[in-house]
């Protein structure tokens, strides 16, 4: 019989989320464990506001006119005939790079609303109480991001693009998912490993000084909460049975399944689409006309690639075997995927941004503190 939360460690014990009462058991507030104090402390070091200006301003202009937020190669459409036949004013290329580039930050609005109700969800489940102020920092952290990408979105577009329906399913059912594995598999590793490969990709690409800027403080954050998803994976998946590593392993493929089709399915970005007056079904006909094996690999190759993270996420933990690796296989080439070892692609840019941080916060105080009740 499997445990419905696949609990392997004491620290990720859980209960219903309606049994707050369990959470009065006088001996639980003696067993606080110790493996999230590091993280919880450093929240102070990479803190940032995105409505005080010295850590980002809004109001830095773009031309969203006459420059592309992003490069061409970013949009595998744009190199379909049909597409490159209904934008032949370079102004329309312009314009579709840009609105393509709101649906995608839009989607990432969407699952950081999605990141902050999951980490609310993770403490009204998990006992120890570690762990409840791990996720409760990381509540208050995917907050500030709601606010940073709804802010950027209003700078640029005004407002965000509705959520696809396929990521508003797979963000509804793990909120809502009891099952404490379903919650950190799907959240901790899929959705924050897809987020990490994103933001490094928009950072390193970005023609726009502020988006770069957005992307790498939200870095500084998301590093820490996808750890939070290797601890879990660390001390739970060696002690699997082997029925348990099944119901683990497909769950995180279906979850992955879903995060590419949100990114890559045109059907996704129906309305998208349409304001161009285009078919979708007619891009992606054309789509899978150049979408060859090669195609996909060597679009993944680059290092910041978006999935490549998330893949590689799941295979250092020890999620991927060799009953879906053949299926990962499609997108990477594991072989290579696994030499590279445990080194992040965002890694590198968290840390900088971290240090810009800690410039920012400890410098001598010299605005008076704010009182709370202001
Ligand atoms: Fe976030
Ligand atoms: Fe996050």
């Known amino acids: 019989m499997v445990d419905g939360n696949i609990t392997k460690d004491a620290?990720?014990?859980?209960?219903?989320?309606d049994d707050f009462v369990s959470m009065l058991e006088l001996d639980r507030y003696s067993n606080r464990s110790s493996a999230f104090d590091r993280i919880i402390s450093a929240t102070h070091d990479h803190f940032w506001d995105p409505l005080d200006?010295?850590?980002?301003?809004?109001s830095e202009p773009f031309d969203m006119e006459n420059q592309a937020l992003m490069p061409e190669e970013m949009f595998p459409a744009l190199k379909t005939d049909y597409v490159q036949s209904a934008l032949s004013d370079p102004k329309d290329r312009i314009r579709f790079i840009n609105e393509s580039t709101r649906w995608s930050l839009s989607s990432i609005l969407h699952g950081e609303q999605g990141a902050l109700n999951l980490s609310a969800s993770l403490c009204h489940v998990l006992k120890d109480q570690g762990a409840q102020e791990y996720?409760?920092?990381q509540a208050r952290e995917e907050a500030r991001h709601v606010t940073a990408f709804a802010k950027y979105i209003k700078a640029r577009w005004g407002t965000p693009m509705a959520c696809g329906p396929v990521l508003q399913n797979l963000l509804v059912e793990i909120i809502g998912a009891p099952e404490v594995y379903k919650k950190i598999v799907g959240m901790q590793m899929?959705?924050?490993g897809l987020a990490m490969g994103a933001f490094a990709t928009f950072f390193t690409k970005t023609n726009d000084p502020l988006m770069k800027k957005l992307m790498q403080l939200v870095m500084t954050d998301e590093a820490f909460h996808h750890k939070f998803g290797k601890i879990w994976a660390d001390r739970t998946v060696p002690k699997l049975t082997t029925e348990e590593h099944a119901i683990v392993e497909d769950w995180a493929a279906h979850c992955f399944q879903t995060l590419l089709f949100n990114l890559v399915a045109p059907h996704q970005q129906k309305p998208m689409y349409e304001s161009f007056g285009m078919d979708v079904d007619k891009v992606m006909e054309e789509l899978q006309l150049i979408a060859t094996d090669d195609f996909r690999r060597e679009e993944m190759k680059e290092s910041a690639n978006i999935?490549?993270?998330?893949?590689?996420?799941?295979?250092n933990a020890g999620i991927i075997t060799d009953r879906t690796r053949g299926f990962?296989?499609?997108?990477?080439?594991?072989e290579e995927l696994k030499a590279e070892g445990d080194v992040m692609v965002g890694d590198a840019i968290a840390e900088?941004?971290?240090?810009?941080l800690q410039a920012i916060n400890f410098k001598q105080q010299t605005h008076p503190r704010l009182v709370a009740a202001e």
């Open 135 to 137: 996720a409760a920092n």
């Open 11 to 17: 620290m990720y014990d859980a209960v219903a989320p």
């Open 190 to 192: 899929l959705v924050e």
């Open 352 to 356: 900088e941004g971290i240090k810009y």
């Open 53 to 58: 200006t010295r850590y980002i301003d809004f």
């Open 307 to 315: 999935f490549r993270v998330l893949i590689k996420t799941l295979l």
């Open 328 to 334: 990962y296989g499609v997108y990477v080439d594991m």
